[in-house]
């Protein structure tokens, strides 16, 4: 009988051992090592294969750059990082004047300029200011309902709080229904998002006075990166060439005469 | 033909071929998993240069992606506003639930005001004021601007005569809750 043979046992126990060894000890470190490598290639693959859209999108953009910093300017405009209250109310005025609502009074939140505290002097007797936390801009075009066509556009500045992430801007005037309708439509298309929050129309007699409000919205610089889906910025053209804008930011590098010995004497 | 070999050594002659067969079978299996193993850790190795070949390829794209990194930032920047469009822009139609209150306003009613409180936590109220030259027409407008099917409640809260020296009128003022979403939706009817 094998089962009385020592060399069958000593083989068995050899056998047993060096196969659980090369089992147990070798097998399970050789597998894992296969499959976090194999863990590591699949993603570096499907990393690789979004890095390689991502940098065809990007070429593709690259050729037509001029397009992407118009789209990109427009897409500043709509919702923009600072408040901006000053170019709304530019804009809002070429918006009325497209419109020839000569009468519109527009009004819009300026933010004020933080002034860093330092210890000041105190002067006995000096008139004491108070100053409210906001800065109301009022950009009369001419007075309402007074026909003086032409005639500049009055600022008046109160005063007010710093950066608001939310901006309510007012236009008023005398004008009629169509033209109520004419702005709302405008204001829909307007290169500055906004949201309308307030509608009044009311006529005594023949005389009819439209009063409207909406709020402007700030966002903070986006934190994700671009997802380099070109359908996206294909679908932003679209939208965003939709808006209008009526002014361009002011460029004083480019525009307007500086410069004057005495700029108290009066401009003739 | 007479077996000349003793009972005993045929016996240990098997017993030596049973365990030589065995210890054969025992060193192929051995050998089997040896050469899986080994096989595996050549596999692996090879995995590994793979592995660091994408790596450095990976690398140098995202090297790439940082050359143009004002682009990326703007397409990111456009990318980030188009996406916050329906928060941030109103996509209601007010000029054509404008339209909609003057085409349902009766020819014998003068407006005289027209209100739209708007608030995104709650429904739109719409307040109009008006005069008209009898209690009905006011009573028509009212059932007129239910018709429409875009507010949720229409409600005639004032009618009250009021006379001057020429004739009577009444003044009135109906105050209608817009349904949410129904000025958009209007458009898209009035655009077909």
Redesign the interface.
């Known amino acids: ?2 089962a009385k ?1 020592k ?2 046992w000593i ?2 126990g ?2 047993l051992v ?2 659980l060894g ?2 147990w000890f ?2 399970p470190p ?2 894992a ?2 499959r976090s ?2 863990e ?2 699949n993603t ?2 499907a ?2 294969e979004q ?2 859209t ?2 065809s999108n ?1 070429t593709k ?2 050729t037509d ?1 001029q397009s ?2 118009d ?2 300017q427009s ?2 405009a ?2 923009p990082v600072k408040a901006g209250g000053d170019f709304l109310l530019l804009q809002l005025e070429g918006l009325t004047n497209s419109l020839g609502i000569a009468g519109a009074t527009l009004t819009a939140p300026l933010p004020a300029t933080p002034v860093p505290t330092a210890p000041a002097p105190t002067t006995s007797g000096s008139p004491t200011t108070s100053s409210g936390d906001t800065n109301t801009s009022d950009v009369k075009q001419g007075s309402a309902g007074s026909s003086t066509p032409g005639a500049a556009p009055t600022t008046t500045t109160p005063t007010t709080a710093a950066s608001q992430p939310v901006l309510t801007f007012s236009i008023t005037g005398d004008f009629g ?1 169509d033209e ?3 702005l ?2 405008k ?2 298309s307007f290169g500055r ?12 007699g023949a005389k009819t006075s439209v009063t409207l409000s ?1 709020q402007v ?1 700030t ?1 903070p ?2 934190t ?4 380099g ?1 070109s359908q ?2 294909e ?2 053209k679209q ?2 060439n939709s808006y209008q804008n009526y002014t361009t930011t002011p460029n004083s590098t480019s525009e307007g005469s500086f410069g004057r010995t005495d700029p108290f004497a009066p401009v003739h | 033909m007479i077996n000349l070999i003793p009972p005993d050594i045929k016996r240990h002659h098997k ?1 030596l071929s ?2 030589y067969s ?2 054969f079978i ?1 060193i192929a ?2 050998a089997g ?2 050469f899986a ?1 080994g096989g ?2 050549i ?2 190795f090879s ?2 240069s ?2 660091n070949d ?2 450095t ?2 690398d140098d ?2 090297k ?2 940082t050359t ?1 990194k004002e ?15 329906p928060t ?3 996509t ?4 054509v639930l ?2 909609q209150i ?1 085409q349902a306003t009766p020819t014998n009613i ?11 936590k709650k429904p739109t109220l719409v307040t109009i004021k008006g005069l008209s030259p009898d209690r009905r027409s006011a009573l028509l407008f009212k059932d007129k601007l239910t018709a429409l099917n875009i507010f949720i409640s229409v409600d005639l809260t004032d009618l009250t005569q009021a006379k001057s020296a020429d004739q009577t009128s009444f003044s009135f003022t109906i105050q209608a809750v817009l349904g949410s979403s129904t000025v958009s939706q209007s458009t898209n009817d009035s655009q077909k």
């Not at chain 1, 994700?224 to 997802?227: A, H, I, L, T």
């Open positions: 009988m094998i043979s060399t069958f083989a068995t050899l056998f060096v196969g090369i089992i070798i097998f050789v597998l090592d296969y490598q194999k590591a290639l570096l693959n990393t690789y890095n390689k991502f940098l990007i953009l690259k750059r992407l910093t789209l990109y897409s500043q709509a919702l229904f109520a309708i004419s709302l439509v204001l829909q998002w906004n949201k309308l929050t307030t509608f009044n129309l009311t006529a005594s909406a919205f966002k610089l986006p994700s990166e671009f997802s889906d996206v910025i679908k932003a939208l965003f | 017993r049973r365990i065995l210890a025992y299996i051995i998993l040896g193993a595996m850790g596999y692996n995995l590994k793979a592995v994408k790596h390829q990976v794209q995202e790439q992606k143009d682009l990326v930032s703007q397409a990111s920047f456009i990318e980030d506003r188009y996406k916050s469009s941030f822009h109103d209601k139609k007010w000029d404008l339209g003057a003068q407006l005289t005001g027209l209100q739209l409180a708007i608030d995104p």
